[in-house]
């Protein structure tokens, strides 16, 4: 497995609102189904674990967009620790290839592209993964 497919983003944002579509030339945000290798739903069982992140279906390479405004974070790994703050929500979105790590950005803005599934994992239906850093679902808000 690359790790980079994995570890890309986290956001720090306040929360006031469903989120914008994720992928450039969609209309809405659609969970992955089931496939060989899992289901995109949030408590989805796989192997064992327990999915604790929402898949949303994008095409490989396809531009990734911010589906709301906040500041860009750094990048992450799968266990990172996080500070949480009263009024501020974290987001982590996996398998992106960001254009930038940190700073502002705007709902709608080009956060990067989608990196190619396909290239390693034959068959998956290709997707963003949202984790909420809490761990608590974020289906509602998308």
């Given amino acids: 497995l690359m790790h980079t497919q994995l570890l890309l983003l986290h956001i720090l944002i306040l929360l006031s609102a469903a989120w914008d579509v994720l992928c450039a030339g969609t209309h809405h945000n659609r969970v992955r189904a089931c496939d060989r290798f899992g289901c995109g739903g949030f408590n989805a069982r796989s192997e064992g674990a327990i999915h604790k992140a929402v898949d ?16 860009l974070g750094g990048p992450v790994g799968r266990k990172a620790g996080h500070i949480f703050h009263y009024d501020v929500h974290c987001v982590k979105i996996f398998n992106v290839r960001p254009y930038r790590y940190t700073g502002p950005i705007g709902q709608g803005q080009a956060l990067g592209y989608l990196l190619p599934l396909q290239e390693t994992f034959s068959g998956i239906t290709s997707h963003v993964e949202l984790q909420m850093c809490d761990q608590s679902d974020p289906t509602p808000f998308i």
């Fill in 56 to 71: 949303v279906v994008c095409d490989d390479y396809g531009i990734i967009t911010a589906p709301f405004s906040g500041n």
